[in-house]
């Protein structure tokens, strides 16, 4: 396994659709344990393909105390109510910014080994799920916040507060 770097805004990679995979191979493998790795080493709860710089619609999630997975060709099929979240962005370092987003989805894709998952989540799962998506298709969290005061800059080593995806 490998750590990898993490792009920052304004790289244009995180701003493009990523690709759907087609192939489940020895390379998306790797990149899947590299991204767990990455993650886990930055302390971030989930990490989108893009954010290493493949555009690639793949993302691995991890809840605290949970064990860490993967989601390839990830699709919202159903999304209900609402929660006000305090979201950070491994891609948008010493920010974070309150938003809205729906407080439970029901997300299908693959597993790492291909076979079809459907996930219904709420709370920070759902949340980490919309986070990742929305990184697939370009999309950051900034992009949600609807005004100046409702983005803050953070401290250095205070990730308490909101959680990095
Ligand atoms: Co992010």
């Given at each position: 396994?490998?750590?990898?770097?993490?792009?920052?805004?304004?790289?244009p990679v995180l701003r493009e659709k990523a690709?759907?995979?087609?192939?489940?191979?020895?390379?998306?493998?790797?990149?899947?344990?590299?991204?767990?790795?990455?993650?886990?080493?930055?302390?971030?709860?989930?990490?989108?393909?893009p954010?290493?710089?493949?555009s690639?619609?793949?993302?691995?999630?991890?809840?605290?105390?949970?064990?860490?997975?993967?989601?390839?060709?990830?699709?919202?099929?159903?999304?209900?109510?609402?929660?006000?979240?305090?979201?950070?962005?491994?891609?948008?370092?010493?920010?974070?910014?309150?938003?809205?987003?729906?407080?439970?989805?029901?997300?299908?894709?693959?597993?790492?080994?291909?076979?079809?998952?459907?996930?219904?989540?709420?709370?920070?799962?759902?949340?980490?799920?919309?986070?990742?998506?929305d990184h697939l298709n370009g999309n950051l969290?900034?992009d949600?916040?609807?005004?100046?005061?409702?983005?803050?800059?953070?401290?250095?080593?205070?990730?308490?507060?909101?959680?990095?995806?």
């Open positions: 396994m490998a750590l990898l770097s993490i792009r920052h805004l304004p790289e690709k759907k995979i087609s192939n489940i191979d020895g390379t998306i493998q790797k990149l899947i344990d590299d991204m767990i790795e990455t993650m886990q080493q930055a302390n971030g709860v989930g990490l989108a393909a954010q290493v710089g493949a690639l619609r793949l993302a691995v999630l991890q809840m605290p105390e949970e064990e860490p997975f993967a989601i390839i060709n990830p699709e919202i099929v159903k999304s209900s109510g609402e929660q006000e979240v305090v979201e950070g962005c491994l891609s948008v370092p010493g920010y974070a910014g309150e938003i809205k987003r729906p407080a439970s989805v029901t997300v299908k894709g693959l597993d790492r080994n291909g076979k079809s998952i459907r996930i219904k989540a709420s709370d920070l799962l759902a949340e980490a799920l919309e986070h990742e998506i969290y900034i949600r916040v609807e005004s100046n005061d409702k983005l803050y800059k953070t401290e250095q080593n205070s990730e308490d507060e909101h959680q990095s995806i």
